[in-house]
Each structure stands twice: as C-alpha cells, then as structure tokens.
Nanobody, 124 residues
C-alpha cells in the first residue's frame, strides 16, 4: 500500500518561498512518476510538478514554470518542491502522489492512498 507524508506548507506573503517535502512509504520503481498536485475548495485536483524516478526527468504545469523546482532524494525516497516567488493564486492544499504517468493526480497507482496534504496560503 502506497502512502505519502507531505510537509512544509505554511502561510507566507506574496514573493516569499516555501519548500515542501514528501516522503514515500516504499521504494519507487524507475517507471514511477512522483509529484505534486494541488486542490482548492470546489476545484478539481490539478497537476503541479512531477519527476520520473528513473532518470529524474521533471515536468511542470505552465503556471509554475520558472518558479517551482521539483527534486528527489533517492536514498530516502523523498520528493521536494521548492516554491519561489509565490503569489496568492498558489494558495491551495498540496498533495503528493505516485503514478505511472502525468495523470497521477486523477489516476494514481491503484494501491495509493491520498494523504492529508499540506496547506499553502499566500497573502498579497
């Protein structure tokens, strides 16, 4: 059973930075994609950034390109999201998930259970 432990959220001002962490409950396969999704009240969960475990290729939503950076620690099965130049539109609950392609926010692994997420609030 896959689970992720998200942390690092908080309340900041526009222009500030935050670093989110996500510890996986197991060892990812090279074919797995691990990444971040976010969801606000009344909105669907959306893709933010992802990394393919084998090879480390990264992917970003257009709205965060140039501001967010995803990285991983292969030894601890941890994924990080460095968020710079935050703006109020980034305010959401951020989740970490695992899947086999970039659709993991809607279709993660069958054995994956969503965590509580970590809240990010950006004030103007």
């Amino acid at each position: 059973q896959w689970q992720m432990d998200e942390s690092g959220g908080g309340s900041v001002q526009a222009g500030d930075s935050l670093r989110l962490s996500c510890a996986a409950s197991g060892r990812p396969y090279s074919s797995h994609v691990l990444g971040w999704c976010r969801q606000g009240p009344g909105k669907e969960r959306e893709f933010v950034a992802a990394i393919r475990w084998g090879g480390g290729r990264t992917y970003y939503a257009d709205s965060v390109k140039g501001r967010f950076t995803i990285s991983r620690d292969s030894a601890t099965y941890t994924v990080f999201l460095q968020m710079n130049n935050l703006n109020p539109a980034d305010t959401d609950l951020y989740y970490c998930a695992v899947g086999t392609d970039l659709g993991y926010c809607q279709q993660p692994l069958r054995t994956f259970t969503w965590g509580q997420g970590t809240p990010v609030t950006v004030s103007s």
